[in-house]
């Protein structure tokens, strides 16, 4: 289909109104991911909204498809599509987040820097369809994630300002820093307000 052709985009509408009056109230950002985790519970309901290219995997990597973007960049909405086996790297975002599941099945794991290294955090969090995860500089920004089922996985990520064009950081095991910014891997948004 192409991303016209949504029949049900009324989910994603209602979100964006949503999250958009929460960005006006100007929350902590504890507040902010108290308030936005019931919408993304809400949003993972059903996955007629999300147009199939949107989740569109590719061989080579996971792609990262934009959603929406608040006019202000104070929050930003993006579709992961995983292959199976396909993971990130030790990655930060430096902004808050609220990460769901789908489709599929994706884990992630914490981790932590010390003595010029990086140590895993916790337990490995396996999340299937309706899964949440929350990120955020105070409560833990550092994680890797992959799609943990043989098939093709979609999450549906919000964060606290335009994620594609924030620089943020991988971490390599030995504790080496790069910086990048992902962009994104199409040009094309969903019309929210179409049928």
């Given amino acids: 289909r192409r991303a016209s052709d949504m029949t049900n985009i009324r989910p994603l509408r209602d979100f964006i109104g949503e999250m958009t009056e929460l960005a006006d109230k100007g929350l902590s950002e504890p507040d902010m991911l108290m308030a936005a985790r019931p919408l993304m519970i809400e949003l993972l309901r059903t996955d007629s909204w999300l147009a199939d290219p949107f989740s569109e995997a590719v061989e080579k990597s996971y792609r990262q498809y934009l959603l929406h973007c608040d006019p202000l960049q104070r929050f930003s909405l993006v579709s992961f599509a995983w292959g199976p086996g396909q993971q990130t790297p030790?990655?930060?975002?430096?902004v808050w987040g609220v990460l769901g599941v789908l489709r599929g099945e994706e884990s992630s794991r914490r981790y932590?820097?010390?003595?010029?290294?990086?140590?895993p955090s916790g337990a490995i969090e396996m999340m299937g369809p309706g899964g949440i995860d929350m990120v955020?500089?105070?409560i833990g920004d550092i994680h890797k994630v992959w799609n943990a089922s043989k098939t093709k996985a979609v999450s549906i990520h919000l964060y606290g300002g335009n994620i594609g064009a924030i620089n943020r950081h991988t971490f390599s095991n030995d504790g080496t820093i790069k910086t990048f910014c992902s962009g994104y891997s199409s040009d094309v948004i969903p019309n929210a307000w179409g049928s």
């Fill in 90 to 94: 030790i990655h930060d975002h430096t």
């Fill in 112 to 119: 932590v820097q010390g003595d010029g290294e990086m140590h």
């Fill in 136 to 138: 955020s500089p105070t």
